[in-house]
């Protein structure tokens, strides 16, 4: 028994009582019996039974056999008996405590004479490795699924020989190859272009050797169709133990992060624009009014003195070239309110073809020598609402600048051509999209196409060709505000402009207006009246902060006949409202004065006398300007500086009203 509990003389003995596991032998008779002729001490750690328990009843190590092994573990120890092979098997037993265990044995079988079997088995507790490698099963199952439920994080493995081992959904995504594909292939040959591979291979090298990982960094590589993809690349260098080293490629896709800086950048140019605009649009406000007042003065001086002198006196020539630049300097101040308005310009359904005839008209009369201009603009035209005033200038401004651009050339030609279209033009290529309706559902429409066979326009200044003030044409010949008005105009008319130009090839401009199926309005035929007298004797009262506007308004109402007094200062005209027995026919106020706005002098005004008639003046007439003098009373508001013909149609009506 001594020798049976483990205490076996001799070094084997001391050495098996040691080991971490449980070391037995068995003999089984040939008629069947079993005995254990030996067991270490680590049977009682394994089985939790004690050595007298074991002798007493070794069916009990069976009866902890899990129900499941038991079947396949009597098999494997029938097989190994059978054919003399080495045992080796793995099963799971319930302990006399309740825990569950995996167990892993090792046994050999020797055949005794008279036909014993005896087995030498060492059985060794492989439940903790077995939880380790399952947690680990489920750590890298985990880390699996991570890696390959992030979208837009491309992970590859390669090994030392640049060969793919790892490749998950994210970079079958991003470089098109599938997991298939990319697996056994070659770094280089994926998704690496031809001239960064020394490169990598140099960087893979050193990376191996050294231990240091590549530094990451934003690289272009190659798509299965041979895009380029932009990415962010790092890179991880793993080592184990007793396995050939691996890299792991962590390629984050910039393609969303690059169109949101794109767009970014598009809507930081665009506030940019506006706040241009915005800044144009105060400037002009504030200049429009003193500088309009000037104008006014220069043209009704002009005009005064043309009815004074004879026509074919050398005065009158000179007279009437003021008067024309005075007009050209009125021009440019309307093209600067026109870019810089904020609200939408009146329109109505038009015919474009009157706009375009008229236009042809106008230029054909103006054209440089050597310079063709072909129309070509059919009877029936799509029907579009828009404002006469402002196309018209948007057909002048890009018709002179062509004619600009081609003039000096042999065979200079300039063509504008109107078509129906069914809906906006798609870009050809080479073509800049300078602006997209709205709404680019196909729709019916009007196309008018301006060429030129001129210099062309260098590709650095497309980017600037419609900020306001920017000009390609010499000092002095441009204003660099024709084109900022055209992109205005077209603007508020939801339209579209492509623009198409290279150096020596000239340049073409197509534009798209929508149709509407309104009737065309007949044109106003109205025809201002001129500066004679108006055979009535009114009395107007004109209040206005300008000394020259009040001298030349002053005699050009009085050559109409009106008598006129005139005030520089809105308190005084409310004083002389005051006094009795003097009160005027009309009051003629000026918006933007220091002591008191036009406004607040009409509301002054209302409270001494309700019905008496109030025009405005100003030379900035704004849609809130109006509606504030809706507010006050204020019967009309004139914008400068043709002040004077516009009062002639006004004045007669108002003054024979309150006078009823």
């Not at 099963?137 to 590859?156: C, H, K, T």
Request: glycine share 8%; with cysteine; charged share 20%.
């Amino acid at each position: 028994m001594s020798a049976f509990l483990g205490a076996d003389p001799g070094a084997f003995g001391s050495f098996a009582d040691h080991l971490p596991g449980a070391f037995f032998r068995s003999r089984t008779t040939p008629d069947g019996q079993r005995r254990l002729e030996y067991m270490s001490r680590g049977c009682v750690d394994v089985w939790e039974k004690s050595l007298e328990e074991l002798e007493a009843d070794m069916t009990s190590l069976w009866t902890m056999v899990d129900p499941a092994d038991l079947p396949a573990m009597k098999a494997s120890i029938d097989e190994c008996v059978a054919t003399g092979r080495d045992w080796d098997w793995e099963w799971r037993i319930c302990t006399p405590s309740g825990r569950r265990k995996w167990l892993h044995g090792l046994g050999r079988v020797q055949h005794a004479p008279g036909g014993d079997i005896i087995w030498h088995v060492f059985v060794v507790d492989q439940t903790d490795n077995r939880v380790a490698r399952q947690r680990l099963r489920e750590s890298e199952d985990r880390l699996r699924q991570l890696i390959e439920g992030i979208p837009n994080v491309a992970v590859q493995g390669y090994d030392a020989d640049l060969i793919c081992r790892f490749w998950n959904s994210a970079s079958e995504r991003l470089y098109g190859y599938s997991r298939a594909e990319a697996v056994g292939a070659s770094l280089l040959d994926l998704i690496i272009p031809e001239a960064m591979r020394p490169m990598v291979v140099q960087a893979v090298d050193t990376m191996l050797r050294s231990g240091q990982a590549i530094p990451s960094e934003t690289l272009t590589l190659r798509a299965r169709d041979g895009s380029p993809v932009q990415v962010h690349s790092g890179h991880v260098l793993v080592e184990v133990p007793g396995q050939a080293p691996m890299f792991f490629c962590i390629d984050f896709d910039l393609s969303e992060r690059l169109a949101a800086e794109a767009t970014q950048r598009a809507l930081t140019e665009q506030l940019q624009q506006a706040q241009k605009m915005e800044a144009l649009g105060t400037l002009a406000g504030g200049i429009a009014h003193d500088f309009n007042n000037i104008v006014a003065a220069i043209l009704g001086n002009a005009e005064l003195a043309l009815g004074d002198v004879p026509v074919d006196s050398p005065a009158h020539v000179s007279l009437s070239e003021i008067r024309k630049a005075a007009r050209r300097a009125r021009s440019l101040v309307q093209q600067i309110l026109t870019f810089a308005r904020r609200q939408a310009q009146g329109r109505t359904a038009l015919d474009p073809g009157e706009v375009l005839r008229e236009t042809h008209g106008i230029l054909r009369s103006t054209l440089p020598p050597g310079v063709q201009l072909r129309f070509s603009v059919p009877t029936e035209l799509p029907v579009v609402l828009g404002n006469a005033t402002q196309l018209a200038q948007v057909f002048l401004n890009l018709v002179t600048n062509a004619i600009q651009a081609a003039q000096g050339r042999d065979g200079a030609e300039v063509v504008l051509q109107a078509s129906a279209c069914a809906g906006p033009p798609g870009a050809p290529e080479g073509s800049v999209e300078v602006m997209v309706p709205p709404d680019r559902t196909l729709r019916p429409g009007l196309k008018v196409e301006v060429h030129d066979n001129g210099h062309g326009i260098d590709p650095a200044a497309l980017g600037r060709l419609f900020e306001p003030f920017y000009s390609t044409k010499p000092t002095g010949q441009g204003s660099g505000l024709g084109l900022s008005v055209v992109h205005g105009v077209l603007m508020e008319h939801g339209a579209s402009l492509q623009l198409r130009s290279r150096p020596g090839e000239g340049t073409s401009f197509v534009l798209w207006l929508p149709a509407t199926t309104e009737r065309p309005v007949p044109a106003d035929e109205t025809v201002q009246p001129a500066l004679q007298p108006c055979g009535q004797s009114h009395t107007l009262l004109y209040v206005d902060d300008d000394q020259a506007l009040i001298s030349v308004m002053s005699r050009m109402l009085a050559r109409q006949g009106y008598v006129v007094e005139s005030l520089d200062n809105p308190q005084e005209a409310i004083d002389r409202l005051r006094e009795p027995g003097r009160r005027p026919d009309v009051v003629i106020v000026d918006y933007n004065m220091p002591q008191m706005s036009g406004i607040s002098l009409a509301r002054a005004i209302r409270t001494l006398d309700a019905r008496l008639p109030i025009i405005l003046t100003s030379g900035h007439v704004t849609d809130e300007l109006r509606e504030q003098a809706r507010a006050a009373g204020i019967d009309h508001v004139i914008e400068k500086p043709d002040t004077s013909r516009e009062l002639a149609g006004l004045i007669a009506g108002l003054a024979s009203r309150h006078a009823g």
